[in-house]
Structures are given as C-alpha cells and as structure tokens.
C-alpha cells in the first residue's frame, strides 16, 4: 500500500511556514528605522522608548508566531483529510499575522514620539 503525494497540497501546507517568516522581517524593520533614527546626544528617554517600541515588536511577533504555530499544526493535518478546511486556515493565519502587524504599527508609533526627547535626526 502505498499512499500518493499531492503536490498541490504540499506546497499549500507551506503557506503557515511562510506566514511566520513574515514576523521575523516585521523585527527587521523596526530595528532599521530605529538604529537610523539615532544620532549622537542620545536622551535616555529616548532609550526607554525605543527599548519600549522593541520589545513591543518582538511581543506581538511572538504572539502570533505561537498562534501561528497552533493554528498550522491543527489546519494542516486537517487539510491532509479534506480541502474544504483550506480557506479557513487561510482566515485564521491572516487574523494571527494582524496581531504581529499591529505590534509593528505601535512600535513605529512609539519611535516618532522618541522624537520629543530629542534623539531623532530633522
């Protein structure tokens, strides 16, 4: 007995993979706009607020990776037994990744108030 591959499905059961990978890429940016959002009298206010818009990133993204990772490893044994399950998944993969989405917004938020304490380059 030997069972048949379904290419097709295969490479839907990536799509949590690929999801995830986003969240890693949300940390990147944020730490970008930050290290060039320094300049030398650096305020330790400033410090405290660009540690706090951090560590908000790096929370939401984990967040989501962990729902992330629930919502793949359920959704996707169940799409091996049926596709009707597929854009469910799909639903619930993109309100996961909306949670890490909203930690990149508060944290580039967080970085223009860094401006009042005087860190940020005009």
């Not at 009298?41 to 540690?51: M, Q, R, S, T």
């Not at 091996?80 to 989405?101: P, Q, R, Y």
Request: hydrophobic content about 55%; some cysteine.
């Amino acid at each position: 007995y030997q069972r048949r591959v379904h290419g097709h499905k295969v490479m839907r059961g990536i799509v949590p993979v690929v999801m995830a990978g986003i969240l890693g890429i949300y940390g990147l940016i944020v730490s970008v706009i930050i290290v060039s959002a320094i300049k030398a009298p650096y305020a330790p206010g400033a410090g405290f607020v660009h540690l706090g818009a951090g560590l908000s990133a790096g929370a939401a993204s984990l967040a989501a990776g962990y729902a992330i990772g629930i919502v793949g490893d359920c959704c996707c044994f169940a799409y091996a037994k049926t596709d009707k399950i597929f854009v469910a998944m799909i639903l619930m993969l993109i309100f996961s990744e909306a949670l890490g989405l909203y930690g990149l917004i508060v944290a580039l938020l967080m970085n223009g108030v860094a401006s009042k304490f005087g860190c940020t380059k005009e």
